[in-house]
């Protein structure tokens, strides 16, 4: 498991890195804002010489996100669609599934009630 945080925001944001069945999970806590944008950006980076890169966000104890992080997510969708590949979200708590949900991220990448289902879907 890899940890990364933004040490400069006291870790605002911080996430774990793993790998389950083939699929990265990324769990991340915290808050996801402009100043955590690129920890966010970091965890979810996939190498360009990966084959078809399945990631699942672990949003379980994420308590806010704003356009930042929604950026990150676009692109971040954008770049491993290219490949083959897919994300997805798991677990968002309702102040952050409602932000997916009005900027109608929920129909770009699916957003899923529990990681289990995440995973299975």
Do not use: Y
Request: net charge negative; hydrophobic share 45%; aromatic share 4%.
């Amino acid at each position: 498991m890899t940890q990364i945080e933004n040490a400069d925001q006291h870790a605002r944001l911080c996430a774990e890195k793993r790998t389950v069945a083939g699929i990265r999970v990324v769990t991340l806590r915290g808050q996801i804002d402009f100043d955590a944008k690129e920890v966010l950006r970091e965890a979810l980076h996939t190498d360009d010489a990966a084959e078809q890169p399945r990631i699942v966000a672990d949003l379980s104890d994420v308590t806010f996100m704003d356009s930042s992080g929604i950026n990150v997510f676009v692109a971040t969708h954008q770049q491993v669609s290219r490949a083959g590949g897919w994300v997805r979200i798991a677990a968002a708590q309702e102040p952050v599934l409602r932000v997916l949900k009005l900027v109608g991220i929920d129909a770009l990448i699916p957003c899923r009630p529990t990681l289990e289902q995440a995973l299975t879907d």
